[in-house]
């Protein structure tokens, strides 16, 4: 097997089979890319890119494209303390303290309380009335979360809120695999990701 170049990935979302949310693995949509670390800018434009392309007539698909670290930090700043924001005082807290800061926010980025934050975001997607179909959910930055979040976490935790009969998330991941781990940025391993299905050329 092989990783699938970026004109495959996209031929791949443009089939009709992928295409249909309820086709794969009934139980578990979960998929992931892996591409190396040093493309990371070059990836995140094509994720755009790809998001263009598929709202073309010839498919019609709006894809919801988030950037989980964005999304985290977008969490943090609704959570209030008063009149502060939970990233307001982190910004604060890393220039004192930033030993407890890093504890902080591993907390806050495994808690039921920021999974629902993402599923709400995509529950918000889904309900849009804009003609398109909404079969995918693109999902990047999960190497900016590092180390406060791990993918198997992130996709474990959001299993309980998952609706594989709607949409599959692709997670675009900085890395490759070795054995049963990942290895984020190529050099740090992330343990195994949890029941998902690489996109690679069998």
Known sequence: MKRMTVDELYEYLCS?????????????NYY?????????????????????????????????VLDLFRVFCEYLQNEKFGDTSLL????????LHPDMVTTELTSEANSDNFIRFVRDKIEAHMALNDGYNKPYVFIHGIGKMFP????????T?????????????????PGHQEGNS?????????SHTYRAILLVNK
């Open 16 to 28: 009709p089979l992928f295409l249909d949310e309820k086709s794969g693995n009934i139980f578990y």
């Open 88 to 95: 307001e005082d982190t910004f604060e807290g890393d220039r």
């Open 157 to 173: 935790r959001y299993e309980k809120y998952n609706d594989t009969s709607r949409y599959k998330i692709i997670l675009f991941y």
């Open 148 to 155: 406060y979040l791990r993918t198997n976490v992130f996709l």
């Open 182 to 190: 990942f290895s984020l940025f190529d050099i740090l391993e992330d």
């Open 32 to 64: 992931i890319y892996q591409y190396p670390a040093s493309q990371e800018y070059e990836m995140r434009r094509q994720i755009q890119e790809f998001k263009q392309k598929l709202e073309r007539p010839t498919n019609f698909v709006n894809a919801l």
